[in-house]
T-cell receptor, first 113, second 117 residues
Framework: DSGVTQTPKHLITATGQRVTLRCSPR?????VYWYQQSLDQGLQFLIQ???????AKGNILERFSAQQFPDLHSELNLSSLELGDSALYFC????????????FGEGSWLTVV | AQKITQTQPGMFVQEKEAVTLDCTYD???????LFWYKQPSSGEMIFLIY??????QNATEGRYSLNFQKARKSANLVISASQLGDSAMYFC??????????????FGQGTRLTINP
């Protein structure tokens, strides 16, 4: 158990819908990251937050948004869902902004039908 | 841009044998970090081992060791005395500094390891 908690573990939704994925980082970790794993793209970095502030963006679509709350938990919002958004979404956390080991949660499996 | 290459899509090994999973990397940075993660069929991503570019000793964590050859830009994972539970996908990753105060991991395509009884 990495200590990073993600909910829900599985989610099936229809195209055009909006979903929210939730993440609680390891105790004491201030950075939260979101990654997407799909068969065709592999593991892709989406976004990083540190202590409530956005630090870096990766290949995150405009339909997607994230935030980190004062209690350090984070949410990834996916809207106007398309079939191609079906993937395993990981939250990860680390103690600092950089030069730290990154620990992943168990992931949230999203299926868009 | 940094790049990680894992040339073995799949490997089959007999239980109790040692196994080496290959990873080569490309970077122009002097300071970098290399990671190995294990992803079982259940999907979770499990951190195994870390090697910093300035670490003089090869990293070890229980049955896992990292064979770090800086001049060759390789960071192979060695699993000693393999077990059935080691069957999983293994990813090599490199930390990339995006800007000061931000990092991301660049992953290889992974190697699917199957341990046969």
């Amino acid at each position: 158990d990495s200590g990073v908690t993600q909910t829900p573990k599985h989610l099936i939704t229809a195209t055009g819908q909006r979903v929210t994925l939730r993440c609680s980082p390891r105790s004491g970790d201030l950075s939260v990251y979101w990654y997407q794993q799909s068969l065709d793209q592999g593991l892709q970095f989406l976004i990083q937050y540190y202590n409530g502030e956005e630090r870096a963006k990766g290949n995150i679509l405009e339909r997607f948004s994230a935030q980190q709350f004062p209690d350090l938990h984070s949410e990834l919002n996916l809207s106007s869902l398309e079939l191609g958004d079906s993937a395993l979404y990981f939250c990860a956390s680390s103690v600092g902004m950089d030069r730290n080991t990154i620990y992943f949660g168990e992931g949230s499996w999203l299926t868009v039908v | 841009a940094q790049k990680i290459t894992q040339t073995q899509p799949g490997m089959f090994v007999q239980e109790k044998e040692a196994v080496t999973l290959d990873c080569t990397y490309d970077t122009s940075d002097q300071s970098y970090g290399l990671f190995w993660y294990k992803q079982p069929s259940s999907g979770e991503m499990i951190f195994l081992i870390y090697q910093g570019s300035y670490d003089e000793q090869n990293a070890t964590e229980g049955r896992y060791s990292l064979n770090f050859q800086k001049a060759r830009k390789s960071a192979n994972l060695v699993i000693s005395a393999s077990q059935l539970g080691d069957s999983a996908m293994y990813f090599c990753a490199m930390r990339e500094a995006i800007i000061q105060g931000a990092q991301k991991l660049v992953f290889g395509q992974g190697t699917r390891l199957t341990i046969n009884p």
